[in-house]
């Protein structure tokens, strides 16, 4: 019925409305604001205390509401926040679902009146509604509960809540899609006196042609005081280094250089898009701390820094087809490796036979992948169940092809890009390893960029760990195949106490399995049905 009566309003024609109607549906849609807000925090709020989220995975309310119901993080934080209000304050959440008060200036009235002692709280909640229900403005409003709070201020002799200032500290720096940075926070009073120290000593003007104004200059002086800290070297865990520079080099533009194609170059220009999307992403997700830069910007913050390379590269889907025909032909061969392909009697030669076509049921159970009694079925393992899953497996053989070590874009980069780029490869592959080496720790953390639980998870790398897939105690290798960046909760809490299980499929998407198997969670859409 509400979405009905939403979806008439949402259609009908405001301009045909008297504004006598107007003015009632707006108030009428605050009235129904307000009371969805409270149905809402009562309703997250069973929804917590029976913690309904980890059916899903989640770690938090919090983080469901985002993955789950679509909406961001702030939108979720004001969610979350209104359970603690409504349950701290049932005198003003009465007043909403009666249509007496808005939700904004509820959310006042709350936040006056949390400055009280406890005992004063609800009078003061009845007090304030009673007056806003009886038409009092919200300049009134503020100036009773002003009075209250200087009645209800402890007298000389009695003992204030010195933490309670100290909690509510907060600082939230936000990036846009263009990169820029969005800072706003609420400061104890030393922590101002420290800042406003720090930006007046370095916002000084440079002299009579400074026509910068106060604000740019504060700007000026926060940056300047951040680069002097990180160069002192007083941060931790910089190995002595003022910045990290992990430098991403796509592997069309190594072959660019090479040969200056007109191709290639509009292909680096969708890769720029590319760079935008993921500053872009970065912004609303959270990043590991770093800054998305690049051509002079990306020079000039490199000059002093560690420069880790980074090359990449992407699956072409086009060839997929001839690639899986040509992985079931060679499997047809068996232990006869003179096997001619050409000769319509050889089972690699035959398209009609079940090892040379591979829409064939029969190929994902005959030939040697299938029969375990040659060293080749040792060395390969089982076949893949399935073209879908024989098709994931060589996509990620081509992709180790591209990026191992002795492989074609660690050739271009060591060949072409010199100095500091063109060192040796670093190993992504170690076998069973009880520590991680670092280069397969900035590979993973370079792929990754946050908690890949695919339930949705926006933590960044900074406060992520690499979780190997298939435990060392069965096998598992350290490797970038079998490594995945997972936050504290869903590497301990979801993956090892709750015994959700995640996969890293070769296309770079997951997949967790709940432990009895009855819910599967994809970081991706369903896939689109085969013919």
Same mark, same amino acid.
């Given at each position: 019925?509400?979405?009905?009566?939403?979806?008439?309003?949402?259609?009908?024609?405001?301009?045909?409305?008297?504004?006598?109607?107007? =003015?009632?549906?707006?108030?009428?849609?605050?009235?129904?604001?307000?009371?969805?807000?409270?149905?809402?925090?009562?309703?997250?709020?069973?929804?917590?205390?029976?913690?309904?989220?980890?059916?899903?995975?989640?770690?938090?309310?919090?983080?469901?509401?985002?993955?789950?119901?679509?909406?961001?993080?702030?939108?979720?934080?004001?969610?979350?926040?209104? @359970?603690? *209000?409504?349950?701290?304050?049932?005198?003003?959440?009465?007043?909403?679902?009666?249509?007496?008060?808005?939700?904004?200036?509820?959310?006042?009235?709350?936040?006056?009146?949390?400055?009280?002692?406890?005992?004063?709280?609800?009078?003061?909640?009845?007090?304030?509604?009673?007056?806003?229900?009886?038409?009092?403005?919200?300049?009134?409003?503020?100036?009773?509960?002003?009075?209250?709070?200087?009645?209800?201020?402890?007298?000389?002799?009695?003992?204030?809540?010195?933490?309670? /200032?100290?909690?509510?500290?907060? /600082?939230?720096?936000?990036?846009?899609?263009?990169?820029?940075? /969005?800072?706003?926070?609420?400061?104890?009073?030393?922590?101002? =006196?420290?800042?406003?120290?720090?930006?007046?000593?370095?916002?000084? %003007?440079?002299?009579?042609?400074?026509? *910068?104004?106060?604000?740019?200059?504060?700007?000026?002086?926060?940056?300047?005081?951040?680069?002097?800290?990180?160069?002192?070297?007083?941060?931790?865990? *910089?190995?002595?280094?003022?910045?990290?520079?992990?430098?991403?080099?796509?592997?069309?533009?190594?072959?660019?250089?090479?040969?200056?194609?007109?191709?290639?170059?509009?292909?680096?220009?969708?890769?720029?898009?590319?760079?935008?999307?993921?500053?872009?992403?970065?912004? @609303?997700?959270?990043?590991?701390?770093?800054?998305?830069?690049?051509?002079?910007?990306?020079?000039?913050?490199?000059?002093?820094?560690?420069?880790?390379?980074?090359?990449?590269?992407?699956?072409? %889907? =086009?060839?997929?087809?001839?690639?899986?025909?040509?992985?079931?032909?060679?499997?047809?061969?068996?232990?006869?490796?003179?096997?001619?392909?050409?000769?319509?009697?050889?089972?690699?030669?035959?398209?009609?036979?079940?090892?040379?076509? %591979?829409?064939?049921?029969?190929?994902?159970?005959?030939?040697?992948?299938?029969?375990?009694?040659?060293?080749?079925?040792?060395?390969?393992?089982?076949?893949?169940?399935?073209?879908?899953?024989?098709?994931?497996?060589?996509?990620?053989?081509? @992709?180790?092809?591209?990026?191992?070590?002795?492989?074609?874009?660690?050739?271009?980069?060591?060949?072409?890009?010199?100095?500091?780029?063109?060192?040796?490869?670093?190993?992504?592959?170690?076998?069973?390893?009880?520590?991680?080496?670092?280069?397969?720790?900035?590979?993973?953390?370079?792929?990754?960029?946050?908690?890949?639980? %695919?339930?949705?998870?926006?933590?960044?790398?900074?406060?992520?760990?690499?979780?190997?897939?298939?435990?060392?105690?069965?096998?598992?290798?350290?490797?970038?195949?079998?490594?995945?960046?997972?936050?504290?909760?869903?590497?301990?809490?979801?993956?090892?106490?709750?015994?959700?299980?995640? @996969?890293?499929?070769?296309?770079?998407?997951?997949?967790?399995?709940?432990?009895?198997?009855?819910?599967?969670?994809?970081?991706?859409?369903?896939?689109?049905?085969?013919?």
């Amino acid at each position: 019925m509400l979405a009905a009566a939403m979806s008439y309003l949402a259609a009908a024609d405001p301009a045909q409305m008297a504004a006598e109607v107007q =003015a009632q549906c707006l108030k009428g849609l605050e009235q129904a604001d307000a009371a969805g807000t409270v149905a809402r925090a009562s309703i997250l709020g069973a929804f917590t205390a029976g913690k309904g989220y980890c059916d899903d995975g989640a770690y938090s309310p919090r983080a469901w509401l985002i993955h789950h119901t679509q909406v961001t993080k702030g939108t979720a934080t004001r969610h979350t926040g209104w @359970v603690r *209000r409504a349950r701290a304050h049932p005198r003003i959440a009465r007043a909403m679902a009666a249509g007496e008060l808005t939700e904004s200036w509820a959310r006042m009235i709350c936040g006056w009146t949390d400055q009280l002692p406890g005992d004063c709280q609800d009078t003061a909640d009845d007090i304030l509604a009673g007056a806003a229900s009886g038409g009092m403005d919200l300049r009134d409003l503020a100036a009773l509960a002003a009075e209250m709070q200087a009645r209800a201020e402890p007298g000389p002799g009695d003992d204030d809540d010195p933490g309670r /200032v100290f909690e509510d500290r907060a /600082v939230r720096l936000e990036t846009t899609f263009g990169g820029a940075g /969005v800072l706003a926070g609420d400061l104890t009073g030393e922590c101002a =006196a420290v800042v406003r120290t720090v930006l007046d000593a370095l916002s000084a %003007p440079r002299g009579a042609d400074d026509t *910068r104004t106060h604000e740019q200059r504060y700007h000026d002086a926060l940056e300047e005081a951040m680069r002097r800290l990180v160069g002192a070297g007083l941060l931790p865990e *910089r190995a002595g280094q003022p910045a990290k520079v992990l430098a991403h080099i796509s592997l069309a533009d190594l072959i660019d250089l090479d040969t200056g194609s007109e191709l290639q170059k509009t292909w680096a220009t969708r890769v720029h898009a590319q760079w935008a999307a993921h500053r872009a992403a970065a912004s @609303v997700s959270g990043s590991d701390g770093g800054a998305w830069l690049e051509a002079d910007a990306a020079k000039g913050f490199a000059c002093d820094a560690s420069v880790t390379p980074i090359v990449t590269g992407e699956v072409n %889907p =086009a060839v997929l087809e001839d690639l899986v025909r040509l992985c079931v032909q060679l499997a047809g061969y068996g232990p006869d490796h003179d096997a001619d392909p050409d000769d319509p009697t050889s089972p690699a030669g035959d398209p009609t036979s079940p090892a040379g076509d %591979p829409t064939s049921p029969a190929a994902d159970q005959t030939g040697p992948a299938a029969d375990q009694t040659g060293p080749a079925a040792d060395e390969i393992g089982p076949a893949p169940c399935g073209r879908d899953a024989l098709q994931q497996a060589i996509i990620g053989k081509a @992709v180790a092809l591209l990026s191992g070590p002795g492989g074609l874009a660690s050739f271009l980069r060591r060949q072409q890009l010199g100095g500091r780029l063109g060192g040796p490869s670093l190993p992504l592959d170690v076998g069973v390893s009880r520590d991680i080496p670092a280069a397969i720790r900035t590979a993973v953390i370079a792929r990754d960029q946050h908690c890949r639980f %695919p339930g949705g998870c926006d933590q960044p790398a900074a406060a992520c760990e690499i979780h190997h897939t298939t435990p060392q105690a069965h096998g598992g290798k350290t490797s970038i195949e079998d490594c995945g960046l997972f936050c504290w909760f869903h590497h301990h809490i979801a993956i090892h106490e709750w015994g959700w299980t995640v @996969v890293l499929n070769p296309d770079g998407t997951t997949t967790a399995y709940s432990p009895d198997r009855t819910k599967v969670l994809h970081s991706h859409g369903p896939p689109r049905p085969s013919g």
